[in-house]
């Protein structure tokens, strides 16, 4: 089992910039990806970004590439979500996600999610 722990969710005006942070534990040697989906009120959980834990290669949605960039910390368990120019169409819950494999659809390990809000 994967235990994943969000941080670095809050308000900001849109134009803005926050960084979320998300700390994986327990049989993190099953991890493949990790990566953010999304889930804004009234709308279906969608997928934001991942990234190959092994070399690196990251995949953004079409909505976020350009002003959110994924990195990853290996020796610490970490990936961060680094997002610029904030939109108001941004603000949503924000979760965690690992995963055995490459997919954008769903993924094996959740975190229990972070509040995102852009003000106008």
């Known amino acids: 089992q994967v235990h994943l722990v969000e941080s670095g969710g809050g308000l900001v005006q849109a134009g803005g910039s926050l960084r979320l942070s998300c700390a994986a534990s327990?049989?993190?040697?099953?991890?493949?990806?990790m990566g953010w989906f999304r889930q804004a009120p009234g709308k279906e959980r969608e997928f934001v970004a991942f990234i190959i834990l092994s070399g690196g290669r990251t995949y953004y949605a079409d909505s976020v590439k350009g002003r959110f960039t994924i990195s990853r910390d290996n020796a610490k368990n970490t990936v961060y979500l680094q997002m610029n120019s904030l939109k108001p169409e941004d603000t949503a819950v924000y979760y965690c996600?690992?995963?055995?494999?490459?997919?954008?659809?769903?993924?094996?390990?959740w975190g229990q999610g972070t509040q995102v809000t852009v003000s106008s």
């Open positions: 327990g049989r993190t040697e099953t991890m493949y990806t």
């Open positions: 996600a690992a995963d055995r494999v490459v997919r954008t659809t769903a993924a094996n390990y």
